[in-house]
């Protein structure tokens, strides 16, 4: 019977990479045709033609910067006074790129809008800006990050092995293996006013060590079941990474989360996160967080630094020199608290895209929690 044995498992590697390779078609289908709308957007139309049309802003002045986690920049650009903002079609936490000669210049950088204050407008750039003297442009951008984290997933899926923890994810998602479930046991509801449908679906995820699906029309208190299979995991000492296709999507589980007392961080662009969930995200528990002040202070000293280098000549480069160097310890020191915070979270919530931060990359969690699933 080996043989047999050992053509079964070759028949369910098969077609689980099968539906991988599909759906990596279509990943990249959908990702030649993002950077094919910029592309035509950004090479066929002139800079004023995007600016017309909303897509783009030109000649923005740097007004004020400050140092962010994991090396980023909170930008602040004056935008002429010829320039009605109402007309501007991107909004908190679209992608953007910023440049000063050429879109596709080296030194152009991308990063994400953050809010609009005034005649003015806060931009998260992935790095900081080496000339502020310089006017700048800013054209919206493709997602590559996205992009990015999908391939690699994929490819990780793609080469691992049948009998390891990720190949069997894979064998039983795309349905050539069986999931396992736990013998029924004792529970006790917290949430008192789950129907019997909605009590039978918290226990089915919480007997489930591979996978279970909560599935519902609209209406029918699939988030609200959630919340209670994350209340049942946490009194039972798991810790929960929960995910979602949308940060509306994240941030609606979030807020019925905090809620019900439970300790939660929330990963991902403060630009991209609802106001109602603000206090809970990685960037405003740092702010809270008394290890903090030291970073602030470091970086409060090297926009000043930066600040004095205007016009000052080759005297600028040392000032500049200065000014890295605290942003280098200014993140570092970020760093460190986001690391801390994350671990003592009993709740991680962030998109599907957002879970393959670096931030979690040594994280362990006892189970994962995808909400509107068939929509990722």
């Not at 997933?153 to 894979?170: E, K, M, N, P």
């Not at 591979?210 to 519902?216: E, T």
């Not at 809620?259 to 969930?277: C, M, S, T, Y």
Request: aromatic residues 4%; charged residues 25%; neutral net charge.
């Amino acid at each position: 019977m080996r043989p047999a044995v050992a053509n079964c498992r070759h028949t369910i590697y098969t077609a689980s990479v099968n539906a991988l390779h599909t759906l990596a078609a279509a990943w990249q289908a959908e990702r030649a045709a993002a950077r094919a709308q910029t592309h035509a957007l950004r090479h066929a139309t002139t800079l004023a033609a995007r600016c017309a049309q909303g897509y783009a802003l030109a000649q923005l002045e740097i007004d004020e910067e400050r140092s962010a986690p994991r090396g980023r920049v909170s930008t602040r650009f004056l935008v002429p006074p010829r320039v009605d903002l109402d007309d501007l079609q991107l909004g908190p936490g679209d992608p953007v790129l910023l440049w000063a000669q050429r879109p596709d210049e080296a030194s152009a950088i991308r990063g994400v809008l953050e809010r609009r204050e005034g005649q003015a407008l806060w931009v998260m750039l992935d790095r900081g800006i080496n000339d502020l003297d310089q006017r700048y442009n800013l054209d919206a951008e493709t997602p590559e990050a996205a992009f990015d984290r999908g391939d690699a997933a994929l490819r990780q899926a793609l080469a691992a092995a049948a009998t390891s923890d990720i190949g069997r994810s894979r064998d039983i998602l795309v349905g050539s293996s069986a999931p396992h479930v736990a013998p029924p046991f004792t529970w006790r509801v917290v949430d008192s006013q789950l129907d019997a449908a909605q009590q039978a679906a918290v226990e089915a995820a919480l007997r489930a060590s591979d996978v279970a699906l909560i599935h519902g029309p609209p209406g029918t208190g699939k988030t609200r079941t959630l919340v209670e299979v994350v209340r049942q995991l946490i009194t039972r000492g798991d810790r929960v990474l929960c995910t979602a296709p949308s940060n509306s999507a994240v941030d609606n589980l979030g807020e019925r989360l905090a809620v019900a007392g439970i300790r939660i961080v929330r990963l991902g662009h403060p630009a991209r996160v609802d106001p109602e969930l603000r206090d809970a995200t990685l960037d405003a528990q740092l702010d809270a967080d008394g290890a903090s002040a030291l970073a602030r202070q470091w970086r409060d000293e090297a926009v000043a630094l930066r600040k004095n280098a205007r016009g000052k000549g080759g005297a600028a480069r040392e000032l500049w020199a200065r000014a890295r160097s605290l942003d280098r310890d200014a993140a570092a020191e970020l760093e460190r608290g986001a690391v801390r915070l994350v671990a003592r979270a009993q709740v991680v919530l962030t998109t599907c895209v957002g879970a393959a931060t670096a931030l979690l990359r040594d994280e362990t969690f006892n189970t994962v929690i995808v909400d509107e699933a068939t929509q990722a």
